[in-house]
């Protein structure tokens, strides 16, 4: 199935999207939007124009594994996305996704402006392919 994820950002959301087959997450943009409601019309675009039968929200829970003030952002930004667009939303877990993105960079020699523009879209495909790769081991082919 196709699935997008979001790596919500408080300037720079992230978004990437996996094939059919979900055996590859790629990155899809990265929204520049610091307003809460223009965040959620832009990724709804997304949402219609790449028709993906899951979406999965980053879930930046605590080291300790408590959930902090983003982490509450990101469930009312996982709601309000499925009343939005109809689209069944997951929470997953995403902690240090944006660590290993800068480290996937640096191996990549992406630095500056250039790093700046696509940290978010990468660390939304970390996300992503995390969680299709639990899927597949899991056995989860449908939800």
């Not at 996996?18 to 943009?29: G, H, M, N, Q």
Request: glycine share 4%; charged share 30%; with cysteine.
């Amino acid at each position: 199935m196709v699935i997008l994820s979001i790596d919500l950002g408080d300037s720079r959301t992230g978004v990437a999207v996996c094939d059919k087959t979900e055996t590859l997450a790629s990155p899809v943009t990265t929204v520049f939007e610091k307003y809460f409601p223009k965040i959620l019309e832009k990724v709804n675009e997304i949402v219609k124009e790449k028709k993906p039968e899951l979406i999965v929200v980053g879930y930046p829970k605590n080291m300790n594994a408590t959930i902090g003030d983003r982490a509450k952002k990101c469930e009312e930004f996982a709601s309000s996305l499925k009343e939005l667009s109809g689209v069944d939303t997951v929470l997953w877990d995403e902690r240090l996704s944006t660590v290993s993105a800068m480290h996937a960079l640096n191996d990549s020699g992406t630095f500056g402006k250039k790093r700046k523009n696509v940290l978010d879209s990468v660390a939304a495909v970390i996300i992503l392919q995390s969680y299709i790769d639990y899927r597949r081991i899991h056995n989860e082919n449908r939800i």
